[in-house]
């Protein structure tokens, strides 16, 4: 009795009896769930990149494009805040993780901090004068001037594929401006008040634009530095950028920009106060959703594809500012839009070759032999 008692419990476990043999029992198939497949499907963290990039862009454009629009370090202010609440609720909802703020980490990353406020401001300054497509194309200029500050402070190479692009960025910029100027020309005439209040218009976007090209590299080379010290990942950066500038924004806002009921009624009329308020706030969730989907886009594609996706982004961004806010669109402004298009896949395919090989290169596309002078304050420089 005990021992049939024995074979009917080994019975149960090892599965069903055929005779004298034993059938283990099928396994149970569970279908993937369908939200992991749409999860790793590259289409969708693709077009979320896309979407977010180009939608930020105009809801800032929407913003400074008001007439009498002159708080910028209160937008920029706002969108900061917007962003560290954003991820803060993420982080305590499990969503996202990030390393909770420390004293000595924020003091060491204060200094790129203060290079981000002077980027981002510069870059809401050329935008409010300049158009979408225009202020896209000269943004190119800005990866020059990266490229050769890695080859003077960390030791990069140039290649002569990449040469090329840089000498179609510089063309298409050339041509945007020129077509930017012959357009107010062409509206008001050689010799009006107009045409010289749109030109002087042009002229301040171009300069502001220029310091922005400046400032973003600096903060491009300077966080690079302060990564390799912090160990930052992605929304760590994000994190003590927003919650370090937020302050320096706020400074900045209350004794630097106009705040009398006349000048914050000019800012915020009140047929359009709660469109761009609203505006606002988006913008800065979109800067949390653009960290996102650049990180879900490299982890289901690759780091080559997202690189590729961020050269072709820049022509649907360039077209919705002659969408969404009636950029003139000639023959010389598509050319410029085109040529821009192109030289930043030309980049972008140069880059990947880069990547694939050993670093090699000859003058002016690798660093210059350095004295002892040079090569000790580029030592300190990489410490």
Request: hydrophobic share 45%.
């Amino acid at each position: 009795m005990a021992d049939e008692k024995k074979r009917d419990d080994y019975t149960l476990e090892m599965g069903e009896r055929n005779g004298n043999t034993f059938e283990p029992p099928k396994p149970i198939v569970r279908p993937a769930a369908p939200t992991t497949a749409v999860a790793n499907n590259p289409i969708l963290p693709i077009l979320s990149y896309c979407g977010s990039s180009i939608l930020m862009t105009v809801m800032n454009k929407f913003v400074l494009s008001g007439m009498d629009f002159n708080l910028n370090f209160f937008l920029l202010c706002v969108q900061g805040v917007v962003c560290v609440v954003a991820i803060q609720t993420c982080k305590s909802s499990g969503v996202i993780t990030y390393r909770d703020f420390n004293t000595d980490e924020a003091r060491k990353w204060f200094p790129v901090s203060l290079l981000l406020v002077g980027m981002i401001y510069t870059g809401t300054k050329a935008l409010q004068f300049l158009s979408i497509p225009v202020y896209t194309i000269f943004k190119n200029l800005t990866i020059i001037i990266i490229a050769y500050g890695e080859v003077l402070w960390f030791g990069g190479s140039v290649t002569g594929m990449t040469l090329v692009s840089f000498g179609l960025m510089v063309i298409s910029s050339v041509i945007a401006a020129w077509a930017d100027i012959q357009h107010a020309l062409q509206s008001y005439g050689h010799s009006s008040t107009e045409a010289s209040t749109k030109i002087s218009t042009l002229n301040a976007g171009y300069m502001w634009m220029l310091v922005n090209c400046f400032c973003t590299a600096g903060y491009v080379l300077g966080m690079r530095k302060r990564i390799k010290l912090t160990n930052f990942k992605d929304f760590d950066t994000m994190f003590y950028n927003n919650l370090l500038t937020i302050p320096v924004l706020l400074v900045c806002s209350l004794f630097l920009e106009n705040w009398s009921s006349e000048n914050v009624s000019k800012n915020f009329p009140i047929d359009q106060r709660n469109n761009i308020i609203f505006a606002m706030i988006i913008s800065g969730l979109t800067s949390v959703f653009i960290s996102y989907t650049s990180a879900w886009c490299v982890r289901v594609t690759s780091s080559t594809t997202y690189s590729m996706v961020g050269a072709l982004n820049k022509l649907p961004i360039a077209v919705s500012g002659l969408v969404f806010f009636d950029a003139p669109v000639t023959i010389p402004s598509v050319s410029a839009i085109t040529i821009g298009f192109v030289s930043g896949l030309v980049y972008a395919v140069a880059k990947v070759k880069q990547a694939s090989k050993p670093k090699t290169g000859i003058l002016p596309t690798s660093a210059p032999a350095l004295s002892a002078s040079s090569q000790s304050t580029r030592d300190s420089l990489r410490s």
